[in-house]
């Protein structure tokens, strides 16, 4: 089940893997909103006849600059969005993913958690908590035999990252920092998260784990 919380992306993913032979659905979903949180989760149980995968992957930063310069409306909606939305995600779906045999949870963090961007501040102490989110998800939900990985992609060659790589400047700036000199791809990160989805992953949960090109992370 895809979903967005615009419907001309969810049409255009449904669309793309149709055409690749999956068996696909997508609906709307603003991750912020508790009614659309609902229906993604009851139409994905009606037409697939439960969930075995959650994949969290909403995320905003609708600011850019230092950490004190950061507005508390921008605040506000970067941790609603980033991390509350995240951890209801992963509440509500709790009760479906107890019927599954396999069920797994993947959030994806960014590399931001580990080693903070300036012009990304507040956004990266989000990313942080993730992190932390993870951990703790990961050991409450053990005993159910659901598995909570989080995935910290470095940086992507995505809209969303674009201004960190739409310019000439911008993007020597941004692969000089990476050690195998080149953006990652979304499909680096869609393979990862498919592997964590899999049962090759059956013993992995808990985990923090970056593809980032080699960009540093941890001490």
Request: proline share 4%.
């Amino acid at each position: 089940m895809i979903s967005s919380r615009k419907e001309s992306n969810v049409k255009k993913a449904v669309n793309l893997l149709t055409a690749e032979g999956l068996n696909v659905s997508g609906t709307v979903c603003h991750v912020g909103k508790g009614d659309d949180r609902k229906r993604l989760f009851e139409e994905t149980k009606s037409k697939f006849g439960g969930i075995d995968i959650l994949v969290s992957n909403a995320a905003a930063n609708p600011t850019v600059g230092s950490l004190l310069n950061c507005s508390e409306e921008a605040w506000d909606k970067i941790f609603d969005i980033n991390v509350k939305s995240t951890f209801l995600l992963i509440k509500e779906c709790h009760p479906f993913l107890l019927n599954s045999q396999s069920p797994s949870i993947i959030i994806v963090g960014s590399i931001t958690g580990f080693q903070p961007i300036n012009l990304l501040s507040a956004y990266s102490i989000s990313k942080t908590a993730l992190l932390g989110l993870c951990k703790t998800a990961a050991e409450d939900l053990a005993c159910d035999g659901i598995r909570v990985n989080c995935i910290a992609p470095g940086i992507i060659k995505t809209k969303f990252s674009k201004p960190l790589y739409e310019t000439e400047s911008a993007h020597e700036i941004a692969v000089s920092k990476i050690p195998m000199g080149r953006l990652g791809m979304p499909e680096e990160i869609a393979s990862l998260a498919t592997f964590l989805a899999s049962d090759d992953a059956s013993y992995i949960t808990g985990e923090n784990i970056v593809a980032a090109g080699g960009m540093q992370s941890r001490l």
